[in-house]
């Protein structure tokens, strides 16, 4: 509209909290990711594991009734405690890293790669809510194949063991959620990281996988030539496996880092993420020729 003919008007209707703008960009996400059938089905797939928790929990306390017609009494078949729990957290966490890699590359970099940070700033939207804003996509997502069912799992355990085990046994439920939100945060920024250097998503959820097990090799070697426990601080999976252990009131092995350097090495490697992040995110970008 031509401004001469100053037919224009100010927006009047309702506006948004602006608590509450940032939640658009996980919405959107979410419907575009779930057209694809690929991630869809493996979405479903990622759920079997806790529903077949879910049916040997009920097993394990119900067997009896299954087998009344033989002449025997089974007690229990395993025991719900931190192992269980941990091999839950560890088989999920695969799965969450699986879906991060799928997922995670093309969250940032469509919007570098096409310019679209300006259109975002130029609004009422600051550069933490566009990342809390992305952060929150991956995060819905691995939510839900983490630590809701596996309160659900807790949850369940102590319906069936009674009210003594769910109150003697709550901090595994809290176990499962610090755990469960630590591997989200870390594959989280981790990709977004990466999908913001890393305009190729194949070539960044490949890079993921350099991190992880790349990472654990160096620090084998440096661990090896240098005669120092030192490169256990660049294996991520390690380190998470320890402060999942530690969690679960597991005992840790002797060799290796502590859970304090674990705790270290992992928060650090999330600090370097949301830097080389926040360097990438930015209403725009200076080329030097």
């Not at 797939?45 to 002449?71: D, E, K």
């Not at 469960?180 to 990466?194: H, N």
Request: net charge positive.
């Amino acid at each position: 509209m031509a401004v001469y003919k100053r037919n224009y008007k100010p927006y009047t209707g309702p506006l948004t909290p602006e608590w509450s703008r940032l939640f658009a960009i996980p919405r959107v996400a979410w419907k575009g990711l779930f057209k694809q059938r690929f991630l869809t089905i493996f979405y479903v797939v990622c759920f079997f594991y806790p529903l077949g928790c879910m049916v040997a929990m009920y097993l394990n306390h119900n067997l009896n009734s299954f087998i009344s017609f033989l002449p025997i009494k089974i007690d229990s078949l395993f025991s719900v405690d931190g192992s269980f729990f941990l091999k839950y957290t560890n088989f999920q966490g695969i799965l969450a890293f699986i879906l991060t890699a799928l997922v995670g590359p093309g969250l940032v970099s469509p919007d570098l790669t096409n310019g679209a940070l300006p259109l975002y700033f130029c609004r009422p939207f600051s550069r933490v809510e566009y990342v809390v804003g992305k952060l929150l996509v991956l995060g819905g997502l691995l939510s839900y194949i983490t630590w809701i069912p596996g309160l659900m799992l807790y949850g369940l355990e102590g319906s069936l063991a009674g009210w003594d085990w769910f109150v003697a046994n709550a901090w595994l439920a809290w176990s499962t959620f610090v755990v469960s939100i630590v591997w989200i945060l870390f594959l989280s920024m981790m990709a977004l990281a990466l999908s913001a250097w890393v305009r190729w998503k194949i070539v960044a959820g490949a890079l993921m996988l350099v991190v992880f097990f790349m990472g654990a090799g160096i620090g084998a070697t440096i661990n090896n030539v240098m005669h120092t426990e030192s490169g256990g601080y660049l294996d991520a999976g390690s380190n998470l496996e320890r402060i999942a252990q530690a969690m679960y009131a597991i005992e840790l092995p002797a060799e290796g880092l502590t859970l304090t350097d674990s705790l270290s090495a992992i928060g650090a490697m999330i600090a370097i993420f949301v830097f080389l992040l926040m360097r990438k995110v930015k209403a725009y970008e200076v080329v030097r020729s």
